[in-house]
């Protein structure tokens, strides 16, 4: 499946942003989908999850409770990170991604995702 990630931009901290994840050719239910995002100088870190069953969800403890990641139930093509409380360390690309059954032990790591959006940038200003 084919991603597309939008909604990136410059806020200052305390700030909101909500990034989209938008699929071309299936629905976005048939997959667990998750954020990850990306620091100059730095790895790709896991941010949020969505298992394709069950409505169950994972954070990374930096961002958990003030990230939410839901999916349209409208619009089953797409699925959202609302982010809120944004802070300078959040500042990165973001990058949108799908598997169709990863591991829940390795729901976390890249390597079980196989479909990649191109990125979007996140700029937070202190």
């Known amino acids: 499946v084919q991603l597309q990630a939008s909604g990136g931009g410059l806020v200052h901290a305390g700030g909101s942003l909500r990034l989209s994840c938008a699929a071309a050719?299936?629905?976005?239910?048939?997959?667990?989908v998750a954020w990850f995002r990306q620091a100059p100088g730095k790895g790709r870190e896991f941010v949020a999850a969505?298992?394709?069953?069950?409505?169950?969800?994972?954070y990374a403890n930096s961002v958990e409770g003030r990230f939410t990641i839901f999916r349209d139930n409208t619009n089953k093509t797409t699925v959202y990170l609302q982010m809120d409380g944004l802070k300078p360390e959040d500042t990165a690309v973001y990058y949108c991604?799908?598997?169709?059954?990863?591991?829940?032990?390795?729901?976390?790591?890249?390597?079980?995702?196989?479909?990649w959006g191109q990125g979007t940038q996140v700029t937070v200003s202190s």
């Open positions: 991604a799908s598997g169709s059954n990863p591991i829940l032990s390795s729901i976390r790591s890249a390597s079980m995702y196989n479909s």
């Open positions: 050719g299936r629905p976005l239910t048939d997959y667990t």
């Open positions: 969505a298992r394709r069953t069950g409505g169950y969800t994972y």
